[in-house]
């Protein structure tokens, strides 16, 4: 495993974290999450991640329990708030209200006396930029979380939090955690230039799409028992990718890959990976199998002619720009 510091901040992650969107949270699912733990640390992970709203809480509660028997040294955890956790009016956003109590919540639900990375999931247009930059810094004076990021956040956004902190004198923002993978790109533009001239790293989530660039969604064949795309979670996002157009060139990846000597996931992460913003690129896993191919593509470097060719297969998918 490699690891990389979190923007200009000193903290050190794995190139490969392990979320737990949608993976995590049900009984049935804690014996999966505690191997896929194992697996995890016996790789080199030391990041996971996570959020309130994940099935209720109860995502939280799984990776807690499943990290229970590690140091707390040895890892960094990050979690979320702004989706709404109640039918109250407070019960969502990025109020210090709702700050506030869900720090609190998540930390019983997780079982630690601190979050490494506090993450807000999305922008509030409904409260104030500096009260939630203010909550942020008080939750680290008082040593409930290490560093304060965000997720999703436009450009324009970010660079408005970095001068608001600035002019406040108050502790800067870390990461960004958006969507990034070769289909989307979208950070490319605007984000990763603002994020990188502020010092704030890029922990992506969804680097294989949702499992489209393992290559296991075929055209014309079945949804693969058990998967995404069969069980109908995650709203449709999978389906979302299941074109004809999309997974005719994710076949020609897929043949790429192969011609490269790795998996086409390899290549996703590493492609993900190559860009000099991103701190880390979080996978989701059901298996410890998943994790222990994953974390291969640490030490996959791809040559100029493989990206090159990467950008010809991506520009015949249409609707998916290479920029957008």
Not at 123 to 135: G, K
Not at 173 to 190: A, C, T
Not at 202 to 227: D, H, M, N, W
Request: a negative charge; proline letters at 3%; glycine letters at 8%.
């Amino acid at each position: 495993m490699k690891y990389r510091r979190v923007g200009n901040s000193g903290i050190k992650v794995s190139e490969i974290g392990l979320g737990s969107w949608l993976t995590y949270g049900t009984a049935y699912e804690q014996e999966a999450a505690d191997a896929c733990i194992r697996k995890a640390f016996e790789c080199g992970i030391n990041f996971f991640d996570t959020s309130n709203a994940y099935n209720g809480g109860e995502g939280e509660k799984a990776l807690g329990a499943a990290l229970k028997p590690y140091e707390r040294s040895s890892y960094v955890l990050s979690t979320k708030v702004f989706f709404r956790m109640g039918p109250g009016p407070n019960d969502g956003g990025l109020s210090r209200k709702h700050i506030m109590e869900q720090c609190d919540a998540s930390l019983k639900r997780l079982g630690v006396d601190y979050i490494d990375i506090y993450y807000c999931h999305r922008y509030d247009n409904e409260t104030s930029l500096e009260e939630t930059l203010r909550a942020l810094d008080d939750l680290t004076a008082q040593g409930k979380i290490l560093y304060a990021a965000v997720s999703e956040w436009s450009a324009a956004q970010i660079a408005d939090a970095v001068g608001i902190s600035k002019r406040l004198n108050l502790r800067p923002l870390v990461s960004n955690q958006p969507i990034y993978n070769l289909f989307e790109r979208y950070i490319e533009q605007e984000v990763l230039p603002v994020s990188e001239s502020a010092g704030i790293g890029q922990i992506v989530f969804s680097p294989l799409a949702q499992g489209i660039l393992t290559g296991k969604y075929k055209r014309g064949a079945e949804l693969p028992s058990g998967s995404r795309a069969a069980n109908g979670s995650v709203n449709g996002v999978v389906k979302s990718y299941l074109r004809d157009d999309v997974l005719d060139c994710v076949e020609e990846l897929d043949r790429l890959a192969n011609e490269t000597g790795v998996s086409l996931a390899q290549l996703s992460l590493a492609w993900v990976l190559r860009q000099p913003g991103v701190s880390s690129a979080l996978i989701g896993a059901t298996r410890p199998a998943q994790i222990e191919e994953n974390v291969k593509a640490v030490e996959v470097r791809l040559s100029a002619d493989v990206l090159n060719e990467i950008e010809r297969i991506l520009k015949q998918v249409e609707g998916f720009a290479p920029l957008r």
